[in-house]
């Protein structure tokens, strides 16, 4: 079955502002890092647009697909049955530029932290409810073998079952008792 994509993700506008004003307060916090900072703006501004136009987060019928990177570009594939989290975090400097950061965790996966995180998702309450409501379509079953037979009913007749069968165990107990 080929994967139809559901939703892509859009990155906000002034996310490259706020990773380049998060370095430039890194910068600023050393002395040796203020001369840098005539570097960081040209190279960050260069790097940041590079680097969001590169950013891509796909969701479709059974996984979450993240890509990213300048140099190094890295390609996650989440199936989405084996997403244990997603969180939204954010941060008094992203809540004035009004972003988010969403992070996903997974079972299995090795190490402390999320395995994916991603900053400036527009709208990222609403794609975090679309993969979990994708999540949770995928764990429905599909089509019941009996409809007429719920859960319900298939568990209620294993308890009459084995109620019937302690009852005749117990009259076999009790007939070798009065031998």
Partial sequence: ??????????????????????????????????????????????????????????LTNNKLIVRRGILTRTENTVPL???????????????????????VETAGQSGAGALISLVGIVDAPQFRTRVLEQKELLAMPLHSTSPSVQPDDALLQNVVEIAASLKRIEALLSQQLNR
């Fill in 81 to 103: 049955d084996k997403i244990t989290d997603m969180a939204l975090i954010q941060g008094p400097i992203m809540r004035l530029f009004g972003l988010h950061k969403l992070t």
């Fill in 1 to 58: 079955m080929e994967d139809k994509i559901i939703h892509r993700a859009e990155f906000a506008a002034n996310l490259g502002l706020y990773w380049l004003l998060s370095g430039a307060a890194y910068f600023s916090l050393s002395i040796a890092g203020i001369p840098l900072l005539l570097l960081w703006f040209p190279i960050g501004l260069w790097g940041t647009r590079r680097y969001i136009r590169n950013m891509s987060a796909e």
